[in-house]
């Protein structure tokens, strides 16, 4: 790869278009991306700890906007050595930084309401659907189920930015093609994952084949963007197509490892669950050192500054790792994460064993996820007559039943697009992931009947 290629801003949709030089398309794209209501409705969905029960804790969008601060400065910092190395010319340091804060913007914008533990419920209300083969679900080719089992936020987020939002169907947002590097972790569609995987005993042979990236209906969109920065080609043992990852993918994956272990920890301590002592155990050996007097500091303040210092010292170490690994990043080669093989690696992986045993588990967070569970199968059982309906008319939206078609009012279903059985899950997934915590809580009331 190539950096000249790889930093293209070039849009697929506006070829040849000049850039505004004061307002260039990265700075356009984390505007596209920051006023559009799907990164609006981050602010109603949970990150870790449930919402509205204590104010200073972070939700979706709070925390994109802290991954895109961190992520600026750590495309800065390598954008600055690219630039002394000669691999970028000078003043493009700021361009890198641009397109790592933009991708950051986006990088939870698929997610469902009820965080991970949304994806699954999701995902697990499609896998028993299969199971039971009955109906229209019936008619969806195997190879197209495995993009809804299990749900997969990465992929839901492309899809937005691709086609859902803005231009519908004609691009999306029309992201520059770095930008949407930079987004895509996991730049290949559901089938050449599970390709992948069923080629190398069940084991993903890369990082970026952990998961799927990209559903089938959106390929074409990674394939031009990939292409266009000039991204490694590769072909799965079905002979699909995949891409080795964009290297700025690393530095959007580790501003997001960086925040959500520290700052989970710093909500922790807010909700509860952590001691100031705990905190700060696990913060020393990453943050960077202070000569600063603390005695007049309130205990959430010197959580606080340790999280400042923390995020300090992780920025460093991750910019580090890159420089380190950059001949295999440019390759295609690395395959592992920048926070696990830095100086402080070892550090967080503390972090991530204290975040599963006192923080995952805490109580108010397990009652959240089985009410976010039953929520979701709720709206889903109850929407689904809809769709069944929607079939047996031929996919004709002014023949459905007035119950159906009640329902179609009462949650604003969007039917636009709906050709078969595949369209179909795609506008229930669209649906669903597309709502928020509280909403979801409140169509599953509606639904169900129940005040």
Request: glycine share 8%.
């Amino acid at each position: 790869m190539h950096w000249h290629t790889l930093i293209n801003t070039d849009r697929a949709s506006d070829t040849g278009k000049q850039e505004d030089p004061l307002r260039q398309n990265f700075v356009q794209d984390a505007d596209r991306i920051t006023f559009s209501a799907p990164f609006r409705r981050l602010a109603n969905k949970t990150q870790v700890h449930p919402l509205y029960d204590h104010d200073h804790l972070r939700h979706r969008l709070i925390h994109s906007v802290e991954v895109a601060s961190v992520g600026r400065t750590l495309g800065m910092k390598v954008g600055s050595w690219l630039e002394a190395q000669g691999h970028i010319v000078n003043s493009e340091a700021a361009k890198v930084a641009g397109i790592v804060h933009a991708a950051c913007l986006a990088h939870d914008i698929g997610n469902p309401p009820f965080g991970h533990s949304g994806e699954e419920a999701i995902g697990g209300w499609f896998k028993e659907k299969f199971a039971q083969n009955e109906g229209f679900v019936a008619q969806v080719a195997a190879e197209q189920r495995h993009e809804f089992t299990p749900l997969e936020g990465n992929a839901q987020g492309f899809r937005i930015v691709t086609r859902l939002e803005m231009y519908r169907n004609e691009g999306g947002m029309n992201l520059s093609h770095a930008v949407l590097g930079a987004f895509t972790k996991y730049p290949m569609t559901a089938r050449t994952a599970k390709a992948l995987a069923d080629a190398n005993d069940g084991k993903a042979p890369y990082v970026g084949a952990k998961k799927f990236g990209v559903f089938h209906s959106e390929f074409g969109y990674l394939q031009a963007a990939a292409r266009a920065l000039g991204l490694p080609e590769e072909t799965a043992p079905d002979g699909s197509l995949w891409w080795r990852r964009h290297p700025l993918v690393y530095l959007v994956e580790a501003a997001d490892d960086i925040c959500y272990n520290i700052v989970d920890l710093e909500d922790g301590f807010s909700a509860g669950d952590l001691s100031l002592k705990q905190v700060e155990d696990l913060l020393n050996p990453i943050a960077i050192p202070t000569n600063r007097d603390q005695s007049a500091y309130s205990e959430y303040e010197r959580v606080s500054y340790m999280r400042a210092r923390a995020i300090g010292g992780a920025i460093d170490a991750c910019v580090q790792a890159f420089i380190d690994n950059h001949d295999s990043i440019l390759s295609g080669q690395f395959s592992g994460e920048l926070i696990a093989v830095s100086d402080k690696g070892a550090a967080f992986e503390k972090i991530k064993q204290t975040a599963q045993e006192r923080l995952f588990t805490a109580p108010r967070k397990t009652k959240l996820e089985i009410q976010g569970r039953n929520a979701i199968r709720t709206v889903l059982d109850g929407v689904l007559p809809v769709y069944a309906a929607l079939a047996r008319s031929g996919w004709n939206c002014d023949a459905l039943p007035d119950y159906e078609a009640q329902l179609v009012r009462a949650l604003s279903l969007d039917l636009r697009d709906i050709t078969d059985s595949y369209t179909a899950l795609h506008a229930m997934s669209d649906f669903i992931t597309g709502m928020t915590d509280r909403y979801a809580l409140e169509a599953a009331r509606m639904v169900s009947g129940i005040a």
